[in-house]
Nanobody
Framework: QVQFVESGGGLVQPGESLTLSCVASGFTLEDYAIGWLRQAPGGKREEVACISVRDGMTFYDDSAKGRFTITGDNAKRTIYLQMDSLKPEDTALYYC???????????WGQGTQVTVSS
C-alpha cells in the first residue's frame, strides 16, 4: 500500500536550517507529484512545495520561495525539503503527500514536527 515516512524535524532557532526527508513506498514514484504540506496548531493544512518526480518541475508557495528547496531521488524513493532561514511562523507539522501540485492530495504520511523558536 501507499506509505510515506517523514523524518528530519526538530527544534531550531530562527535563521537556522533543517532538511526533511520523506521515503515513499507502494507506488511508482515518478508517476506522481509529491508535495510537502504543513499544518500549524489551529491552522489549516497548506501546501509548501511540490515536485513532479518524473520531470523535476517544482512548485513553491510564496512563503517558501527563496528559502525552501524540494528535491527528489528516485533511486532512494526519497523526497527532500531543504529549509533555510527558518522563521517562527514556519513552526508546524510537516507532511509529505501524493497528489497534484496546487491540487488535491490523496495519500499522506504521519508528519514530522518542525519548531522554530529562540
Amino acid at each position: 500500500q501507499v506509505q510515506f515516512v517523514e523524518s528530519g524535524g526538530g527544534l531550531v532557532q530562527p535563521g537556522e536550517s533543517l532538511t526533511l526527508s520523506c521515503v515513499a513506498s507502494g507506488f511508482t514514484l515518478e508517476d506522481y507529484a509529491i508535495g510537502w504540506l504543513r499544518q500549524a496548531p489551529g491552522g489549516k493544512r497548506e501546501e509548501v512545495a511540490c515536485i513532479s518526480v518524473r520531470d523535476g518541475m517544482t512548485f513553491y508557495d510564496d512563503s517558501a520561495k527563496g528559502r525552501f528547496t524540494i528535491t527528489g531521488d528516485n533511486a532512494k524513493r526519497t523526497i527532500y525539503l531543504q529549509m533555510d532561514s527558518l522563521k517562527p511562523e514556519d513552526t508546524a507539522l510537516y507532511y509529505c503527500a501524493r497528489g497534484s501540485c496546487g491540487g488535491v492530495y490523496t495519500y499522506w504520511g504521519q508528519g514530522t514536527q518542525v519548531t522554530v523558536s529562540s
